[in-house]
Every structure is written in structure tokens, then in C-alpha cells.
């Protein structure tokens, strides 16, 4: 029987394994139409403007934990590609709205083809668990969060 280090250590490296292949998948190229691919990064980006609406930089770099930096130069190249729309916040002089162009509704379109049927899978594998275990795997989630943030 393991013991409970053996079991945690077991879980630690699941968890690398698991972060190597995300941080592969992220590079992927997804093709947008002829001549126009998009990363797997970049269209999680388009994602995340996509299903609020419209948000700012800052929520942008809130959501994916990086800093505002980080965040606005992915914005700066989604922009230049000419997926998002990038105009001044009516709420603040200082921040910038975001918005998808029919361009970038396109890439949240091929996106949706990319990855539709592996968030499907995971759904359902997922639904066969118990609030309980859930519940432990996002607290469990939350303390690697915590602890990559420092």
C-alpha cells in the first residue's frame, strides 16, 4: 500500500505531465480558413473575449493569470491579425474593450471544431464523479494555482 508522500509525489508528477502536454496543445495550430491558422493560445484568447462579449485587458489577464504585460501584447497580435477590435473603455480613459471581428468569430468557430469533441469527453468522464471528488480536484487545482503564483 503507498503511502501518503508516495501518493502525493504520484500526484505531483501527474500534474507536470499533465502541464507539458496543455503547454504543447496551447502551441498547436488551428486552421482558421485558407491561409489562416491560429495557435490553440491565441484562439483560447478569442474564446474568452468571444463568450463575455466584449472585456478589457485586464479582465483578459485576470482570467488566464498573467500580467496586464503578457495580456496585452497577445491582444496587440490578435489584433494585427485582425481577430479583435480594440477601442476605448467607456467606463475608464485609461483601458481598453475588447471585441470580436467577424474574423475573430470565425476563429472561435474553428476552435469550437478543434476542441469540441475533447470538452465533450471530458464532460462526460467527468459527470461520472461525485460533487465530492470534484470539489476535491478544483480545491487541489486551486493550491497549485496558489502555489505557481508565488
Known amino acids: ?25 496551447e502551441d498547436l495550430p ?13 484562439a483560447h ?6 463568450l463575455q462579449g466584449h472585456m478589457t485587458v485586464t479582465e483578459l489577464a485576470r482570467l488566464f493569470g498573467v500580467t496586464k504585460s503578457a495580456a496585452s501584447q497577445t491582444v496587440t497580435r490578435l489584433v494585427d491579425k485582425g481577430f479583435l477590435l480594440k477601442e476605448p473603455s467607456p467606463r475608464s480613459g485609461k483601458e481598453f474593450r475588447l471585441s470580436l471581428t467577424p474574423l475573430g ?17 471530458l464532460f462526460k ?24 503564483d508565488r
Request: hydrophobic share 45%; aromatic share 4%.
Open 30 to 42: 488551428i486552421p482558421v480558413q485558407e491561409g489562416l491558422e491560429v495557435t490553440t493560445r491565441e
Open 105 to 121: 468569430r470565425k476563429v472561435l468557430a474553428a476552435h469550437e471544431r478543434f476542441h469540441g469533441a475533447d470538452r465533450e469527453e
Open 125 to 148: 468522464r467527468l459527470e461520472a464523479f461525485s460533487l465530492g471528488q470534484i470539489t476535491t480536484v478544483s480545491v487541489l487545482l486551486e493550491a497549485l494555482g496558489d502555489v505557481l
Open 1 to 25: 500500500m503507498e503511502s501518503k508522500e508516495e501518493i502525493i509525489l504520484n500526484t505531483v508528477r501527474q500534474l507536470q505531465r499533465f502541464a507539458a502536454k496543455y503547454s504543447r496543445i
Open 45 to 50: 484568447a478569442v474564446e474568452a473575449v468571444g
